[in-house]
Nanobody
Framework: VQLMESGGGLVQPGGSLRLSCAAS????????MSWYRQAPGKERELVAGITTAGGRTKYADPVKGRFTISRDNAKNTVYLQMNSLKPEDTAVYYC????WGWGTTDYWGQGTQVTVSS
């Protein structure tokens, strides 16, 4: 099983990034996919989640209206489009797969660093 994030980097405030997470080794379309983040000195927090077929999504309040989660089951990939980035979005971003629905996490990626700074 592997979840491989990519797309992180350094961006100025107000900028955009698109994270990708490529999955392998399990039946991707059967898993709820989520993005989490962890900033230095803080606990890991849920950012966004999407159901197996992509019909439902949910977002943490700090990112609502700025971030969009999506998935392509044909490509075994989940995305996180991040717009209007703020310095407080700086964190390591992780994707996770959960078989038993919202809030469950069976598999984790290794994380990708997002830094928002001028």
């Amino acid at each position: 099983v592997q979840l491989m994030e990519s797309g992180g980097g350094l961006v100025q405030p107000g900028g955009s990034l698109r994270l990708s997470c490529a999955a392998s080794g399990f039946t991707f379309s059967s898993y709820v996919m989520s993005w989490y983040r962890q900033a230095p000195g803080k606990e890991r927090e849920l950012v966004a989640g999407i159901t197996t077929a992509g019909g439902r999504t949910k977002y943490a309040d700090p990112v609502k209206g700025r971030f969009t989660i999506s998935r392509d089951n044909a490509k075994n990939t989940v995305y996180l489009q991040m717009n209007s980035l703020k310095p407080e979005d700086t964190a390591v971003y992780y994707c996770a797969a959960g078989f038993w629905g919202w809030g469950t996490t069976d598999y984790w990626g290794q994380g990708t660093q997002v830094t928002v700074s001028s």
